[in-house]
């Protein structure tokens, strides 16, 4: 490619588009269920999220993209009304934690041998047969 032609395509005007408004206006409805929840979001008030990746395991993944299909919700939403809920619940919090912690310690351990392995492969040297 010539320099002239580079020039012109470093130099070309690029179209603008005017900027949009992101940001999400929640409705207002009802879906109080337990006498724990106390929580109250205004309908005229604007939401914040934060985008974040989510690992799950796959049979819990396939399960509750099940849930949210049928009720037509995220798992994002689900997640922040179960969360919602049970942190108002002293009792069933602490019973979430423990297994949570559980779980993060089964996690923790699977991911040591894993690395482990890798690393076992990656330094050991070849047997030769």
Known sequence: MSDDALERLKTRKRPSVQSRDASLISSSVDISTSRYQETVIPGNREIQTKQ???????????RLMAVT?????????LI???FEHYEAD???WGEILAEAKKRAEQRTKLANIKRAKSMMQRFSPPVDC
């Open 69 to 77: 299909r049928k009720n037509g919700i995220s798992r994002e939403v």
């Open 52 to 62: 974040t990746t989510l690992r799950l395991e796959a049979g819990i993944s396939d």
């Open 80 to 82: 922040e009304a179960v």
């Open 90 to 92: 002293p009792q069933a």
